[in-house]
């Protein structure tokens, strides 16, 4: 109930005023990071399983990805309109930097647990998906920043900045290993992938060759030596 008035005042501000302010874009951004996060544990066990449901999954992150990114280029430098505005907006940053914790542990999980069948076409998608989370985990980092320096320009209290800054800090590194974690493992499978493949090659070519050897010997056992 207070999220939805919440929002009904971010909505009403912004037909009031205009353009959409960092307050706002952050409320949104920490409902639609919700959304994602339940729409995977909806589906985990299809996302471990197939990769035409993992690259869905992976284009809601870029579709993510993406908004927050064109946000951040289109909005100018702007101030807050009050202390308890600033003090929302670092409530929601925070929020926000938890959440894309969670969405890096969830590529994370996916590249420890794929299933047996999983192939290249899978492991590349974990790694378009672990990119998609390092730009977003930047995206945040940019955001953080900007919203840290008008924070203070507006007066609010050094610790309490400080306290938002060490969270993000934190979570944005937290973020970054997740993702780097997953790009390693499906490095790792894909290398193991290949050299399963030039092992059976070579397994194959060493049994044909074993076989031919084989018959060349059994033929010639068979050849009759001319008396004279």
């Known amino acids: 109930m207070k999220k939805t008035l919440i929002g009904l005042s971010l909505m009403a501000s912004t037909l009031l005023f205009g353009a959409e302010t960092y307050t706002q874009f952050l409320n949104t951004a920490v409902e639609d990071a919700y959304d994602i996060h339940n729409y995977s544990k909806a589906k985990m066990e299809q996302l471990a399983q197939s990769d035409s449901e993992l690259k869905t999954y992976t284009k809601k992150l870029e579709a993510y990805e993406a908004k927050i990114s064109n946000f951040l280029e289109s909005q100018a430098k702007e101030s807050f309109n009050s202390k308890e505005d600033a003090q929302q907006a670092l409530n929601e940053l925070e929020m926000l930097s938890s959440q894309s914790v969670v969405l890096a542990k969830t590529v994370a999980y996916l590249a420890s647990h794929q299933a047996d069948n999983a192939n290249a076409s899978y492991n590349n998608t974990i790694q378009t998906a672990s990119k ?4 977003l985990s930047d995206d945040i980092g940019v955001m953080a920043d900007r919203i840290l320096l008008m924070a203070k320009e507006i007066g609010i209290m050094a610790d309490r900045i400080v306290q938002t800054q060490e969270i993000q800090s934190k979570n944005l590194i937290a973020t970054q290993k997740l993702a780097q974690y997953a790009m390693t493992l499906t490095d790792e499978q894909l290398t ?7 092992n059976s090659i070579n397994t194959g070519m060493s049994n044909m060759n074993m076989n031919v050897n084989q018959m060349q010997t059994h033929q010639a056992s068979q050849v009759s030596i001319p008396m004279h």
């Open 132 to 135: 998609t989370i390092l730009r």
């Open 192 to 198: 193991a992938t290949k050299q399963n493949v030039q």
